[in-house]
């Protein structure tokens, strides 16, 4: 079994539309949880962190967490051409000293 | 400015070579890392180093060697090239290995071996 999984998409949205990606991951242990945005041919940049459970907004991004179902979601709200990109999620167990990726979700928002 | 720096950003070479791999931030952080990202995308842990010493060392094969001459720079150094290591390589420097410090990358090193 994967640590994190994501479904690798790819996913395609009507611009305007909210995204929808998900994640879940094996170590209940696991504290911090993150999503990174990955253009084609670039580095993974962080978009999101996310620590306790519930939602936490920023923009037209809102991450959610749910540690009893072991999940961790990001929602895009008005999604925009320019938000296509492989996102990753990410998690670190706090005894741990490394981040352990998904294998990213593909998104797409047609114009 | 660049925060985390590596060179070179594309690197062809052929079965058997060594080659090394450098990376630089300047952002003043503690720990730095080295990931391998595949042609699938997935990103993993391969070294990291807080203020030079090794923490991290994932299962990767010997002919990896990293080393740290001072905490702001993370070379990574691979003898006898395989097909296999052809990859993205990505450094990445975060404030100290504490479990909320956000994680930043350079703009990766294409290493495609023939």
């Known amino acids: 079994q994967k640590e994190v999984e994501q479904n690798s998409g790819p996913l395609s949205v009507p611009e305007g539309a909210i995204a929808s990606l998900n994640c879940t991951y094996s170590?209940?242990?696991?504290?911090?949880f993150f999503w990174y945005r990955q253009y084609s041919g670039k580095s993974p940049e962080l978009i999101m962190s996310i620590y306790s459970n519930g939602d936490k907004e920023d923009g037209r991004f809102t991450a959610q967490l749910n540690k009893a179902s072991q999940y961790v979601s990001l929602l895009i709200r008005d999604s925009q051409p320019s938000d296509s990109a492989t996102y990753l999620c990410?998690?670190?167990?706090?005894?741990?000293?490394?981040?352990?990726f998904g294998s990213g979700t593909q998104l797409t928002v047609l114009p | 400015d660049t925060a985390v720096s590596q060179t070179p950003k594309y690197l062809v070479t052929q079965m058997g070579n060594d080659k090394s791999i450098k990376c630089e931030q300047n952002?003043?952080?503690?720990?730095m890392y080295w990931y391998k990202q595949d042609s699938k995308k997935f990103l993993k842990i391969m070294f990291s180093?807080?203020?030079?010493?090794?923490?991290i060392n994932e299962t990767v094969p010997n002919r990896f060697s990293p080393k740290s001459p001072d905490k702001a720079h993370l070379n990574l150094h691979i003898n006898s090239l395989e097909l296999g290591d052809s990859a993205v390589y990505f450094c990445a420097s975060s404030q100290d290995a504490g479990h909320g410090n956000t994680i930043y990358f350079g703009e990766g090193s294409w290493l495609t071996v023939v």
């Open positions: 180093y807080n203020n030079k010493e090794l923490i």
């Open positions: 170590d209940r242990g696991s504290q911090s």
């Open positions: 990410a998690v670190r167990v706090d005894s741990a000293r490394q981040l352990t």
């Open positions: 952002l003043g952080h503690d720990t």
